[in-house]
């Protein structure tokens, strides 16, 4: 029977099943990173995007097809996270306007809204990229407006342009010579794709997502979330998530040789499941470690990661505690307060001993979403709030949070930690706000940022052949050095940075690295460059060995 018109119960089922097969597929994504280093979270950032924006959707009383619009725009918005995850946003605040009031559309009516997606889009980024996500969607809204002149069956004209999808995305590394060397396509392009392809399979009838059980509403130990904890947490980090997929070597057996692994590693310790699904709850100081632990056994999905110390003080700041909370409402608002995104809890303090009001946890592999920004900056009591994001996948979504934001928000562009401490160090409240804008803006400058990790594929760059597991380092996002060891890794590294006008050099060694190991190669600098101050502190990020600072 032929589809000419989509209602809202049927866009409800579209996105919904659009959120489920992006997260099913999230990890293909995800090895599409360009660099061969164990962030790549295109997949990850989008589909949490997405699953924001079904948790919105599945609120929704009316069966009307502009409020489910609104509710997906409203949900994508809020959960938006990484470069990716704003762009998808953007599209659906687009598309969710030119289908305002609608109570059913027909696929010309559809192609008009995919269009208008797509100028928002392009709009909200300020130099937009052709090979990306937005090429992808271009071409695709633009073909779409062509092919609802002779499809109006809404089966076959997405049979047809998500053919265009394809084709388009086959295409991005003719257009960015990054992809092309690296030998990918462009994974938010491909993203898109598979949220494309998820509303195809609901129109189809082939997807049977409603009837599966939302994990987080399954997962043992849940309760313990809001638990009052006590002052002195051992372990700081509530570490939840699920394996599916597993490889076919894992057997029940396995399961506890993993529960064992853990108790090494943490305590409150979850492992339940079968072959097909394993739970898993534990309290570590190390995060990273966990999910690395856990990747051997197969893919990882539904990731949730508490900084319990953090959730304790909210707790003590909250009403229940009635002499801190006065204590708290009495505090005098300041003109201008700082909020910084930081992983890891050496980096963590020495951001708020540097005079960050507002520690948001995240960065590599963990972007906060538009909405946990938005949460940092309220708990902030000032006119006026600085953002440092601290990483380039991360400024986008300060800059969308700062436009819906009721307080005034200044995001300086940050795209390390070292030029957010940096930018934190020239901080000076005793300026306009422009003056402390200029005076960080120009702190970050005059930073390099090099970062010691491991590849997680074969690649190559710049000419440089890379092998799965080697040492990699980087200066300023650009892979420099390769090798088989850390320490060699490491102090290479530093002298691809160094030059006549460094003055200090300093190192933040990662949560895998012991502080004899990261003092041996402290020392090492400073033998090697004598003239220069060498600093060394624990940072605690996951992934990373070593992040360098050079000014």
């Given at each position: 029977m032929i589809q000419e018109f989509i209602n809202g119960d049927i866009m409800k089922e579209m996105i919904l099943s659009s959120a489920h097969f992006l997260d099913k597929n999230k990890q293909a994504v995800d090895a599409l990173n360009v660099f061969p280093v164990p962030d790549g979270d295109t997949g990850t950032n989008m589909a949490m995007t997405m699953m924001a924006a079904a948790k919105e959707v599945q609120s929704v009383g009316s069966s009307s097809l502009g409020d489910i619009a609104e509710a997906l725009s409203k949900g994508a918005l809020k959960g938006a996270r990484g470069n990716s995850g704003v762009i998808l946003s953007q599209l659906f605040r687009g598309f969710a306007r030119s289908l305002k009031d609608q109570e059913k559309v027909s696929t010309a009516k559809y192609a008009e809204a995919l269009q208008a997606g797509v100028d928002t889009a392009y709009k909200a980024v300020m130099k937009p990229v052709e090979g990306t996500i937005l090429t992808v969607a271009r071409v695709t809204a633009e073909e779409a407006k062509k092919i609802a002149r002779i499809k109006k069956d809404f089966v076959e004209f997405y049979d047809e342009i998500i053919k265009v999808a394809k084709k388009t995305l086959d295409k991005t590394p003719e257009l960015l010579p990054v992809l092309r060397q690296a030998g990918v396509v462009d994974s938010g392009g491909m993203g898109l794709l598979y949220i494309m392809i998820g509303a195809s399979r609901a129109l189809k009838g082939e997807t049977d997502f409603i009837s599966e059980q939302r994990p987080e509403e399954t997962f043992p130990g849940r309760e313990m979330a809001g638990a009052r904890v006590e002052a002195d947490i051992r372990f700081g980090y509530c570490t939840e998530f699920f394996i599916k997929n597993l490889h076919p070597h894992v057997d029940k057996s396995d399961i506890e040789k993993l529960k064992e692994k853990l108790e090494k590693l943490g305590d409150s310790i979850v492992v339940v499941g079968d072959e097909d699904l394993i739970k898993?709850?534990?309290?570590?100081?190390?995060?990273?470690?966990?999910?690395?632990?856990?990747?051997?056994?197969?893919?990882?999905?539904?990731?949730?990661?508490?900084?319990?110390?953090?959730?304790?003080?909210?707790?003590?700041?909250?009403?229940?505690?009635?002499?801190?909370?006065?204590?708290?409402?009495?505090?005098?608002?300041?003109?201008?307060?700082?909020?910084?995104?930081?992983?890891?809890?050496?980096?963590?303090s020495i951001f708020r001993d540097l005079g960050v009001d507002s520690i948001i946890e995240g960065g590599q592999t963990m972007n906060p979403s538009i909405d946990d920004i938005l949460k940092g900056v309220e708990k902030v009591k000032a006119r006026e709030v600085f953002i440092l994001p601290n990483n380039s996948n991360i400024i986008l979504s300060a800059n969308q949070a700062r436009e819906i934001s009721n307080k005034k928000i200044h995001v300086i562009p940050t795209k390390s930690i070292p030029q957010g401490i940096a930018a934190m160090v020239a901080f000076n409240p005793e300026l306009d706000a422009s003056g402390i804008s200029e005076r960080m803006t120009d702190a970050i400058s005059r930073v390099k940022t090099g970062q010691v990790t491991y590849a997680v594929r074969d690649s190559v760059f710049n000419d440089i052949e890379i092998k799965k597991g080697n040492i990699i380092g980087l200066v300023n996002g650009e892979i420099k050095v390769v090798g088989q060891e850390i320490p060699d890794v490491t102090e290479r590294l530093v002298d691809e940075m160094v030059d006549s006008e460094s003055e200090i050099v300093t190192l933040f060694y990662g949560e895998e690295v012991s502080a004899e190991d990261a003092e041996r190669i402290t020392d090492f600098i400073s033998d090697r460059y004598p003239d220069l101050d060498v600093e060394l502190y624990s940072g605690g990020q996951p992934l990373y060995y070593y992040i360098i600072s050079v000014e």
């Open positions: 898993v709850h534990v309290h570590s100081n190390m995060p990273g470690k966990i999910l690395q632990l856990a990747l051997r056994f197969g893919e990882l999905s539904n990731i949730k990661i508490d900084n319990m110390r953090e959730q304790h003080r909210h707790l003590d700041e909250s009403p229940d505690n009635p002499g801190l909370a006065q204590e708290k409402a009495e505090e005098p608002e300041k003109d201008y307060g700082v909020v910084a995104v930081a992983m890891g809890e050496g980096l963590s």
